[in-house]
């Protein structure tokens, strides 16, 4: 609901650093909870797309590209026009698995550890792109690896199915 609320400005409006409307191909760009905003060593924004039928980066195709493209292009320029942050210095991502069920992407200062930045878990918007553009079902039939922590339900059920 969190996410919904944002995408229709019942929540947070006024944090919005940049908003493409478009139904199919916009999002909207916000700081991310984790960020205060006051040093950009730990740059951490959020784009939300407002398509609300992608879950993941499991339902992504080919004809998701002008999306994600405009996610990466609008997003980068959003943010060094506001921060003064190139996009050379930006780590674009999407977490596999995500944290929540709808798509967005993760804009991280480069030189920030952020939770999930790892390779295991992010997977980089530049490749995403790549791989869609090579292979329109990449993502419906490539094995993705991922870790999880021992506390969390969906390693229980693996656990429960004998697959840990």
């Not at 004809?63 to 320029?77: A, D, I, S, T, Y």
């Not at 944290?99 to 878990?121: C, I, K, M, N």
Request: aromatic share 10%; net charge negative.
């Amino acid at each position: 609901q969190w996410v919904y609320n944002i995408l229709e400005k019942k929540a947070e409006a006024d944090r919005i650093v940049h908003e493409n409307p478009d139904p199919s191909n916009g999002f909207v760009l916000v700081p991310d909870l984790k960020w205060n905003q006051n040093q950009l060593d730990d740059l951490y924004l959020i784009a939300l797309v407002h398509c609300r039928e992608i879950k993941s980066l499991r339902d992504l195709t080919a004809e998701h590209l002008p999306l994600l493209r405009n996610v990466l292009q609008e997003g980068k320029e959003a943010i060094v026009k506001r921060f003064g942050v190139p996009g050379s210095q930006l780590r674009i991502y999407l977490h596999y698995q995500p944290s929540y069920y709808h798509l967005h992407v993760h804009f991280t200062a480069l030189g920030y550890d952020a939770p999930g930045s790892s390779v295991e878990r992010a997977h980089l918007l530049a490749d995403v792109i790549d791989n869609l553009a090579m292979d329109s079902m990449y993502y419906q039939k490539r094995a993705l690896t991922f870790p999880l922590r021992a506390d969390e339900p969906l390693f229980k059920k693996f656990q429960e199915a004998g697959k840990v």
